[in-house]
């Protein structure tokens, strides 16, 4: 069984996380680790934080000589941002909407917002992808691959570039993906991109901010991870939950997903031909099993919730009415959430994979 945890807060020392079950023999490198952190740093939207941060990362345990040893894998990421929060104590008085301020505040009996929203934030999802590479190494032992790009900020959305009719899905999927990786928004049409970085433009210039739509392929799935044999062995319910529970995802569906829901059943179903199927309208899983199609995970983020220009709150400790917190804050985020992704569904697809093959040693 492949499971992790983080602890850290965002303005804190750090961030670390123990991820538990990794198999030894697998090669892995903190050079290439520190490139997936910058991944998902990087991008067009985020606030001056990103600069701040350089994710330098330390493999405190688990590795030896360049390969894994089955033993448990601790990464640590210090948060150069904790010199300049150090000894102050900035109170969180009136909740953010969208934020998990509110809530948390009266979950856990605080007397103001600041100790929820050093948890909650979205800083946390640097170990993901710390220990989502981990995962990402073991998938790639068996030729899989987990790729992600967007396709919408806001109310613009991506015109999928016209590709060679003769590519397979796996090389479209890779196609899109190396597209992603030239785009300052991880979005494959450069056109498109553009305009999307003017609407963060004028959505930072208001005081506002912008979610959107990304997608995440695995390519190279074998037939026959997760199962239909009990609810919480299903695959596409334990990716839906991996990515649901990354910070600002509101949505979840796989391969034409809410749209089946229009179509009937002879349209909406993929036939069974030998030795490929015609079409992935199922996005991979079927009963809860991986079919050997290409795995498709669209995922909606919703915008982010702290505004320059503030939406109406209360004040928690005069109960009067007053505008929302405002503080530093990325203005759209979508490209870096596509990473976390990434992590949270190879995270998923190496635990499955575990299961089905066994196996201490890679
Ligand atoms: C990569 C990433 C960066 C984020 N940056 C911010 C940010 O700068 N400011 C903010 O208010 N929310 C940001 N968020 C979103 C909040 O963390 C998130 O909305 C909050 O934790 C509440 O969780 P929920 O939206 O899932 O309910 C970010 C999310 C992600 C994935
Ligand atoms: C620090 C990161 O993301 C942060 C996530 C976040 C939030 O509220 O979720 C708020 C911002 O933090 P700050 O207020 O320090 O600017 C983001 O920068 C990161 O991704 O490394």
């Not at 005081?207 to 190279?220: N, Q, S, W």
Request: glycine residues 10%; hydrophobic residues 40%.
């Amino acid at each position: 069984m492949l499971r992790f945890l983080t602890a850290g807060e965002s303005h804190g020392w750090g961030i670390a996380a123990v991820l538990d079950g990794m198999p030894a023999g697998v090669d892995v490198s903190e050079e290439e680790l520190s490139a997936e952190l910058f991944r998902r740093r990087k991008g067009y939207g985020r606030g001056a934080r990103a600069n701040i941060e350089d994710d330098r990362v330390l493999i405190a345990s688990g590795v030896i000589k360049g390969k894994t040893m089955g033993a448990p894998i601790c990464v640590i990421i210090p948060n150069n941002d904790y010199e300049n929060w150090k000894g102050k104590y900035v109170p969180i008085l009136a909740p953010r909407p969208g934020h998990a301020d509110f809530a948390g505040m009266v979950k856990y009996g605080f007397d103001d917002c600041r100790p929820v929203a050093e948890r909650a934030s979205a800083r946390e999802t640097a170990a993901r992808v710390a220990c989502g590479y981990f995962a990402k190494k073991l998938l790639e032992k068996e030729n899989i691959k987990v790729v992600s790009w967007v396709v919408r900020i806001g109310s613009i959305s991506a015109e999928l570039p016209p590709l060679d009719e003769r590519m397979s899905k796996k090389e479209v999927s890779e196609r899109l993906f190396e597209l992603a990786e030239c785009s300052e928004l991880r979005c494959p049409d450069l056109e498109a991109t553009e305009r999307m970085k003017k609407l963060i433009d004028e959505a930072r210039e208001r005081g506002d901010t912008l979610g959107g739509i990304f997608e995440v392929a695995v390519i190279g799935v074998p037939v026959g991870l997760g199962s239909y044999v009990q609810w919480d062995r299903k695959l596409d319910a334990r990716l839906a939950a991996a990515v649901m529970s990354i910070q600002g995802i509101k949505g979840v569906e796989f391969g034409m997903g809410f749209g089946l829901s229009e179509m009937v059943g002879s349209e909406a179903h993929d036939p069974v031909t030998l030795p490929k199927r015609p079409s992935n309208r199922a996005g991979g899983i079927e009963g809860g099993v991986s079919n050997g199609e290409i795995i498709f995970i669209r995922a909606a983020m919703k915008p982010i919730p702290t505004l320059q220009l503030p939406l109406q709150s209360v004040d928690v400790r005069t109960k009067e009415e007053r505008s929302a917190h405002v503080e530093r804050s990325d203005v759209c985020a979508v490209g870096s959430a596509a990473v976390v992704a990434e992590s949270m569904v190879a995270l998923v697809m190496a635990d499955a994979l575990l299961e089905m093959r066994g196996g201490d040693r890679w």
